[in-house]
């Protein structure tokens, strides 16, 4: 699965480095393909940012550690003083984080998830539900279609679950479980959420049985090797936050809503009149519906989420959800939300498709055009992934 982080980790590449690539985190630009060449450049870059400043992050970040490693070093400083520097943004997300985190944290408790691994969803899609990156992965968990088939999401025209916080939650949690049980290590795990466990299965017969992240990092995709550093960092700000003056806002709605099983169709449009609650805020509490239309049925309910509102308001959308002459009205097609990938490749520089060179694998050309290995053979009708000099590849779903 391919994941993209906040547009403005764009900045490091200009901060940092100017003449070679500097890591962020999720869907990879060609510049950023050569980051292996320039490791040592960039550490020594880094290793400026240390000494005390290092010391004092290394105490906090072991302050906080739970079942998730912690750990300390100048791939996370890097990131822990990009998203420092971003003070509006992270506030921004810290109050999001208030109506989120209660929905995750029940769900990683229920299926034996650290829960710390909550974070993740900030990393991958600053906990925006309607968040399309460039090759498609979509929602707070940015599942890509394929896997999110796999993990039991529905996509149809009414509906996306991938956007559905509770649904996509599940999903990300059995895929973090399985990741987790195959190799034993919950920051293998985080990286293969990023690359792929095949990527990641790559990677530990490459370092020798090594199967640890930072034993194996060399030999991972240019993005994974800086989403689990980009994880920690996450984690340390989200409780360190008020050590660099960051001030959590508003998230925007209301934290305390009701949920309501709807069985007949029926426009958020429709709801937003009867509550008298602005559409918008109904469209984010219900991201799931395209057309911001429920399409419920009897043998098929589907979840409706409203803020707390008065008696009289719940009274009148009970007779209209239970009247026999409601007809829904029209409501305009949700609005999909696109954020910028850090290190993010302009989508028209990516060719419809691709002439395998001699010496390339299929996680190669993934990792070059952002896209999943699983993916790549679904489009292709690769069963077993194997491809030779002068075939010609899709490289997308078209």
């Given at each position: 699965?391919?994941?993209?982080?906040?547009?403005?980790?764009?900045?490091?590449?200009?901060?940092?480095?100017?003449?070679?690539?500097?890591p962020?985190?999720?869907?990879?630009?060609?510049?950023?393909?050569?980051?292996?060449?320039?490791?040592?450049?960039?550490?020594r870059?880094?290793?400026?940012?240390?000494?005390?400043?290092?010391?004092?992050?290394?105490?906090?970040?072991?302050?906080?550690?739970?079942?998730?490693?912690l750990?300390y070093?100048?791939?996370?400083?890097?990131?822990?003083?990009?998203?420092?520097?971003?003070?509006?943004?992270?506030?921004?997300?810290?109050?999001?984080?208030?109506?989120?985190?209660?929905?995750?944290?029940?769900?990683?408790?229920?299926?034996?998830?650290?829960?710390e691994?909550?974070?993740?969803?900030?990393?991958?899609?600053?906990?925006?539900?309607?968040a399309?990156?460039?090759?498609?992965?979509?929602?707070?968990?940015?599942?890509?279609?394929?896997?999110?088939?796999?993990?039991?999401?529905?996509?149809?025209?009414?509906?996306d679950?991938?956007?559905?916080?509770?649904?996509?939650?599940?999903?990300?949690?059995?895929?973090?479980?399985?990741?987790?049980?195959?190799?034993g290590?919950w920051?293998?795990?985080?990286?293969?959420?990023?690359?792929?466990?095949?990527?990641?299965?790559?990677?530990?017969?490459?370092?020798?049985?090594?199967?640890?992240?930072?034993?194996?990092?060399?030999?991972?995709?240019?993005?994974t090797?800086?989403?689990?550093?980009?994880?920690i960092?996450?984690?340390?700000?989200?409780?360190?936050?008020?050590?660099?003056d960051?001030?959590?806002?508003?998230?925007?709605?209301?934290?305390?809503?009701?949920?309501?099983r709807?069985?007949?169709?029926?426009?958020?449009?429709?709801?937003?009149?009867?509550?008298?609650?602005?559409?918008?805020?109904?469209?984010?509490?219900?991201?799931?519906?395209?057309m911001?239309?429920?399409?419920?049925?009897?043998?098929?309910p589907?979840?409706?989420?409203i803020?707390?509102?008065?008696?009289s308001?719940?009274?009148?959308?009970?007779?209209?959800?239970?009247?026999?002459?409601?007809?829904?009205?029209?409501?305009?097609?949700?609005?999909?939300?696109?954020?910028?990938?850090?290190?993010?490749?302009?989508?028209d520089?990516i060719?419809?498709?691709?002439?395998?060179?001699?010496?390339?694998?299929?996680?190669a050309?993934?990792?070059?055009?952002?896209v999943?290995?699983?993916?790549?053979?679904d489009?292709?009708?690769?069963?077993?992934?194997?491809?030779q000099?002068?075939?010609?590849?899709?490289i997308?779903?078209?």
């Amino acid at each position: 699965m391919k994941r993209f982080l906040t547009f403005f980790v764009c900045l490091l590449s200009l901060q940092i480095v100017k003449t070679s690539a500097a890591p962020l985190l999720s869907a990879s630009t060609a510049s950023s393909r050569n980051f292996h060449t320039t490791d040592t450049t960039f550490v020594r870059a880094a290793n400026q940012l240390q000494g005390y400043h290092g010391t004092l992050t290394e105490r906090r970040l072991d302050s906080i550690k739970k079942d998730v490693p912690l750990d300390y070093n100048e791939f996370v400083q890097t990131y822990i003083d990009l998203y420092a520097a971003n003070r509006e943004e992270m506030g921004h997300v810290i109050g999001l984080s208030k109506y989120y985190f209660p929905i995750y944290e029940k769900i990683f408790h229920d299926a034996g998830i650290p829960e710390e691994i909550e974070y993740l969803s900030i990393v991958e899609s600053k906990l925006d539900p309607n968040a399309v990156s460039r090759v498609g992965a979509t929602g707070p968990w940015q599942f890509m279609t394929t896997t999110a088939k796999l993990y039991g999401l529905n996509m149809d025209d009414y509906v996306d679950e991938r956007r559905d916080p509770i649904r996509a939650t599940y999903a990300a949690a059995a895929y973090l479980k399985d990741a987790y049980e195959e190799f034993g290590d919950w920051l293998l795990a985080i990286a293969s959420y990023n690359c792929g466990k095949s990527n990641i299965e790559n990677a530990i017969a490459q370092a020798g049985g090594a199967t640890d992240f930072w034993s194996i990092r060399q030999y991972l995709p240019v993005e994974t090797r800086n989403y689990v550093p980009a994880y920690i960092a996450v984690a340390y700000i989200m409780n360190y936050y008020s050590k660099h003056d960051i001030v959590p806002q508003p998230c925007g709605f209301s934290l305390k809503v009701d949920t309501i099983r709807v069985d007949r169709p029926i426009s958020l449009y429709s709801v937003s009149n009867i509550l008298n609650v602005d559409i918008k805020i109904l469209a984010l509490l219900n991201p799931a519906y395209r057309m911001q239309a429920i399409n419920g049925t009897p043998a098929n309910p589907r979840r409706l989420i409203i803020p707390e509102c008065s008696k009289s308001a719940y009274t009148a959308l009970y007779n209209v959800l239970n009247g026999s002459n409601y007809v829904p009205a029209p409501a305009p097609a949700v609005q999909k939300t696109y954020v910028p990938n850090y290190q993010q490749q302009r989508s028209d520089d990516i060719p419809a498709f691709h002439k395998v060179r001699k010496g390339e694998t299929l996680a190669a050309i993934a990792d070059k055009y952002g896209v999943d290995v699983q993916d790549l053979k679904d489009w292709n009708h690769l069963k077993k992934g194997h491809i030779q000099p002068g075939m010609t590849l899709k490289i997308s779903r078209g």
